[in-house]
C-alpha cells in the first residue's frame, strides 16, 4: 500500500528498484522463452531483442511514454521473427502500467489503442486463425491500463487527502499563533492602559504630599498630608487587584473567564475621581443607554488614557471635559482639556495614542486625537464606538445617565 500511494517520481531508490525489476523481467521472460512453446524458442536474434526490450524498463518512471515506444520497437520484431509470443509480454504489461499510471487518461487511452491495433496487426500476420490469442491481448492491455488508470486515480485521491490535512494543520497553527500575539497585545494594552494611569496619579499624589511638607514647615497641614497619603494608598489598592485580575490571563489559562468583568461606562466616574485626586477639574457628562461589553470596555479605556495624558501633560490643576453620548448605532466621547498649549502632549513618543487608536479599531471605530482648533490651545480626543442599532437608541439629553462635575479641592 506504501507503493502504491506515493508518487512514483518520490519513491525512494526508484532508479535502483526499477533496475532490479528490468533484471527480474528479463529473466522471467527468458524462462518464458525456454519452457514454454519449444517449436518458437529465440535464436541468437530473438535473444538480443528480447533483452535489448528489457533496459528502457530502467527509465520506466521518467519518460514512460518513450520507455513504451523502445519497448515495443524490439518486441514488435521480436514477433515479427514468430518466436515465443508470451516471453515480452510482462515487460510491455509493466510499460503499459507505468504509462496509465503515470500520464494522463487520455494519453494512455491513445497509446493503449495504438498498442492493441500493432498487437493484433501481429497476430493477424502470424497466426491468422487465433482468435482466441486476439482476445487475449486485447483483454490483457485493457486490464493493464484500467489497473493503471485506477491506481493513478487512487494517488491523486491520497495526496488530496494528505494536502488537507497538511493544510488544517498549517490553519490550526496559524490561528493559535494569531490568538497568542493578539491575547499578548492585549495584556500589553491592559498593562499599559492601568500602569499608566496609576503610576501617574501617584506621581502627582507623591508631589502634592512633598509640597505639603516643605511649603511651610512650621505650619504643617497634617490633615492635607494624611489625605494626600490615603489617595496614593486607595490608589495603589485599585492598582493592585485590577493587576491581579489582568495576569490570571496568564496563569489560569484553562479557566472560562480569567479575565473577570470588563470596565464599563459605569466606571469613568470612578477614573474622573481619581483624576481630581490628582489635582485636575473634571466636567464629566455620560448620556448612553446599555452598550456591549467591549465597546464600555474600549470607550473606558480611552477615557483613562486620555484622562491620564491630561494629568500628566496639560500642567498644573487642567481643566478636562469628558462627554460621553449615544446616537443610532454608535457611542461617541471627546475629552477635551485647556492644556498649556498645542505641543504639550509632545516629547519622547509612547504608545498611548497607539493604544487608543488600538482600542477603537478592536471594536471597529475610530479615534482622532489632536490639538484643539481655532487656537484654544489644548489636547483633545474624540472617537466613535459603533454598537447594534438595538442597544444605541440616543439617550434624552435632558436626561443623562450620569452628569458630575469634580475639582480639586481648595
Known amino acids: ?57 530502467v527509465r520506466r518512471r521518467h519518460r514512460p511514454l518513450l520507455v513504451l515506444c523502445l519497448v515495443a520497437a524490439p518486441v514488435a520484431a521480436f514477433h515479427a521473427l514468430d518466436h515465443n509470443h508470451s516471453a515480452p509480454g510482462p515487460a510491455t504489461m509493466t510499460a503499459l502500467y507505468t504509462l496509465a499510471a503515470t500520464g494522463t487518461v487520455r494519453r494512455t487511452l491513445v497509446a493503449g489503442s495504438a498498442v492493441i491495433g500493432v498487437g493484433l496487426s501481429m497476430n493477424a500476420v502470424t497466426n491468422p486463425d487465433g482468435m482466441v490469442e486476439l482476445l487475449r491481448i486485447t483483454g490483457w492491455v485493457v486490464a493493464v491500463l484500467f489497473c493503471g488508470i485506477d491506481v493513478r486515480f487512487y494517488r491523486h485521491y491520497v495526496a488530496s487527502i494528505v494536502e488537507r490535512a497538511e493544510r488544517a494543520e498549517r490553519t490550526r497553527e496559524e490561528e493559535a499563533r494569531r490568538r497568542v500575539a493578539e491575547e499578548r497585545l492585549r495584556v500589553a494594552r491592559d498593562l499599559h492602559d492601568l500602569l499608566a494611569h496609576s503610576i501617574t496619579l501617584i506621581g502627582v499624589q507623591t508631589s502634592v504630599a512633598a509640597h ?13 498630608v494624611a489625605k494626600a497619603l490615603d489617595d496614593i494608598a486607595e490608589t495603589c489598592r485599585s492598582a493592585r487587584g485590577e493587576l491581579r485580575t489582568t ?40 448620556r448612553a443607554g446599555d452598550v456591549p461589553p467591549a465597546v464600555g470596555a474600549a470607550a473606558y479605556r480611552i477615557v483613562q488614557e486620555a484622562l491620564t495624558n491630561a494629568v500628566r501633560h496639560a500642567g498644573p490643576e487642567p481643566s478636562v471635559h469628558v462627554e460621553v453620548h449615544a446616537e443610532r448605532g454608535a457611542l461617541r466621547l471627546a475629552v477635551t482639556d485647556d492644556g498649556t498649549g498645542p505641543g504639550h502632549h509632545g516629547g519622547t513618543p509612547g504608545f498611548g495614542l497607539v493604544g487608543m487608536r488600538e482600542r477603537a479599531r478592536s471594536v471597529g471605530g475610530t479615534l482622532d486625537a489632536g490639538p484643539r482648533g481655532g487656537g484654544a490651545g489644548g489636547f483633545e480626543v474624540t472617537a466613535v464606538l459603533p454598537t447594534p442599532t438595538a442597544s444605541a437608541a440616543p439617550a434624552p439629553p435632558a436626561a443623562p445617565l450620569t452628569t458630575a462635575t469634580t475639582q480639586r479641592d481648595g
Open 1 to 57: 500500500m506504501a507503493a502504491i500511494n506515493r508518487d512514483p517520481l518520490t519513491a525512494p531508490h526508484r532508479d535502483r528498484n526499477d533496475a532490479v525489476l528490468a533484471v527480474f523481467l528479463a529473466a522471467a521472460a527468458a524462462c518464458i522463452a525456454l519452457l514454454t512453446d519449444e517449436g518458437r524458442r529465440p535464436d541468437a536474434v530473438g535473444w538480443t531483442l528480447l533483452l535489448v526490450a528489457h533496459v528502457p524498463l
Open 247 to 286: 495576569l490570571e490571563v496568564l496563569r489560569e489559562q484553562d479557566a472560562r473567564d480569567a479575565r473577570g468583568p470588563l470596565p464599563g461606562l459605569y466606571g469613568l466616574p470612578d477614573l474622573a475621581e481619581a483624576a481630581r485626586l490628582a489635582g485636575a477639574r473634571v466636567d464629566l457628562s455620560v
Open 212 to 224: 505639603v511638607l516643605t511649603a511651610d514647615p512650621e505650619r504643617l497641614d497634617r490633615a492635607a
